[in-house]
């Protein structure tokens, strides 16, 4: 079982910038792939970005050149930082695990923290 946790949620003002964090607990000898989410209010959960089983990243259109996802030190963090930011940004951000490599075998998750809130004021 994996636990995710997100944090760095906060409010900005347009223009401004934020920095998220997803840390993944479970089992020590994974690696586990995450990817992010977001829901604003009265809307669909959306795809935001994601790093990719082979270090690729990939991000939706409404984000890309804004958002940057990345791998922290620290095994089974990942990081997405967020610049530019405009009021359409505000979400409930969410992580997620799609996928975990386990000594050498591949497993398929859907796994989900609880989320951050972002705010961005205009």
């Known amino acids: 079982q994996v636990r995710l946790v997100e944090s760095g949620g906060g409010s900005v003002q347009a223009g401004g910038s934020l920095r998220l964090s997803c840390a993944a607990s479970?089992?020590?000898?994974?690696?586990?792939?995450m990817s992010w989410y977001r829901q604003a209010p009265g809307k669909e959960r959306e795809f935001v970005s994601r790093?990719?089983?082979?270090?690729?990243?990939t991000y939706a259109d409404s984000v890309k050149g804004r958002f940057t996802i990345s791998q922290g030190n620290a095994e089974n963090t990942v990081y997405l930082q967020m610049s530019s930011l405009k009021v359409e940004d505000t979400a409930m951000y969410y992580c997620?695990?799609?996928?975990?490599?386990?000594?050498?075998?591949?497993?398929?998750?859907?796994?989900w923290g609880r989320g951050t809130l972002v705010t961005i004021s205009s």
């Open positions: 997620q695990s799609f996928r975990k490599l386990c000594a050498g075998l591949w497993y398929g998750l859907n796994a």
């Open positions: 479970g089992s020590t000898s994974c690696t586990y792939y």
């Open positions: 790093i990719n089983s082979n270090g690729s990243t």
